[in-house]
């Protein structure tokens, strides 16, 4: 975490915010460790004296969410796991460890996001499904003023590169695992990452990932929840959501907030194929995909618009069927039909309804 960032964006607690409708700023409290302009360990307190919540900085990355202590207990495997081991060692603890389990889902997690997000940093250059679809995003959108720009569900990371590259400032890649955030700040800060491509099974090849001259600034990394931002109403300029809405608990508070911390006039990119599964989100906060004897037969997209609407996004503009082909393994690609879509912030006030 930059903490010129850090100053830029002014968090606030999200405690306060969402429980209690407090902006209260969140100040840096301890300075343990700072690597280059980075502040690499430490900790960040709510100033609401009632409140008082600590949040940590760990490798870099601040965890601000409501409820450090719950999300520090879920994320405590990923956050106390070392660095990346030799070929050779990942290759036997691969084998012993077998399929299935947290090491070797981690490990298809990173190759999966890693070897798509810079799929045209690396040795035997493809195109990048990020990239392409942020691309045809800003297309729609048309001109965009500056400002600071948050990529929600960044993962790790190449959607905030490609917002640095368009000129937006500062930039934050937000998303609450802590590997691939790792990852991604791996290459902001050193410049080459190696990493791990599923070719069958449990055997993976290691390649090296560069950073290009012309990549744009390096985003910052926050683990932060999008359904509840720790952010003042009109914080950003740009907001994108790529492949984010049918991946979170509560699609229609991420829409919700995308809107309030944008400020008018200010753009939203989102996309998403409608791949709904219960273990992300409850069948009832789905939008669409259930009750085929409604009004809008199950259609995902009708309440989609409907919904960003309401959140006072205006649709730009929309492409119904954006290409994404995602590389499985070596023998397996999964295709997406994705729904893009463009929205520009409109002019009323965003202030959070609070209940």
């Not at 934050?172 to 099974?201: K, S, W």
């Not at 932060?224 to 950003?236: R, S, T, V, W, Y």
């Not at 590389?327 to 912030?345: F, G, P, T």
Request: net charge negative.
């Amino acid at each position: 975490m930059r903490e010129t960032v850090f100053e830029a964006l002014a968090p606030v607690c999200p405690r306060c915010l969402h429980g209690a409708e407090q902006r209260s700023p969140l100040v840096v409290a301890d300075r343990l460790e700072t690597r280059a302009d980075h502040l690499w360990h430490g900790t960040l307190h709510c100033s609401n004296p009632s409140c008082w919540l600590e949040f940590p900085v760990i490798d870099g990355i601040p965890i601000i969410v409501a409820d450090p202590a719950t999300a520090l207990a879920n994320a405590q495997s990923q956050l106390l796991r070392r660095d990346m081991l030799p070929a050779p060692i990942a290759g036997v603890l691969a084998d012993a460890l077998g399929a299935g389990g947290e090491y070797d889902l981690t490990r298809q997690h990173l190759s999966l996001y890693a070897g798509d997000h810079f799929a045209d940093w690396a040795p035997e250059p493809r195109p990048a499904n990020v990239v392409e679809t942020l691309s045809r995003g800003f297309d729609i959108l048309g001109e965009m003023p500056d400002g600071p720009a948050i990529d929600l569900g960044g993962s790790v990371g190449r959607g905030g590169w490609e917002l640095s590259r368009r000129g937006l400032a500062p930039v934050v890649v937000a998303d609450l695992n802590i590997p691939m955030m790792r990852l991604g700040q791996a290459l902001a800060l050193e410049g080459h990452i190696e990493i791990d491509l599923r070719r069958v099974g449990v055997v993976y090849d290691r390649v090296r990932i560069d950073l290009p001259e012309d990549a744009g600034a390096s985003p910052d990394f926050w683990a932060i929840d999008a359904m509840m931002l720790p952010f003042k109403e009109d914080a950003f300029s740009l907001a994108a959501a790529i492949n984010l809405v049918d991946c979170v608990a509560n699609p229609t508070a991420v829409l919700s907030e995308m809107a309030r911390t944008l400020a008018p006039g200010g753009g939203a990119i989102l996309s998403t194929p409608y791949d709904w599964a219960p273990n992300a989100t409850e069948i009832s906060l789905w939008l669409g995909g259930h009750s085929q004897r409604g009004p809008t037969a199950g259609a995902s997209e009708p309440i989609l618009k409907q919904t960003l609407l309401q959140a006072g996004l205006p649709i730009v503009g929309e492409v119904l069927d954006a290409p994404w082909r995602l590389r499985m393994h070596a023998r397996a690609v999964m295709e997406y039909s994705l729904h893009l879509l463009a929205c520009r912030r409109d002019g009323g006030s965003r202030e959070r309804p609070f209940s």
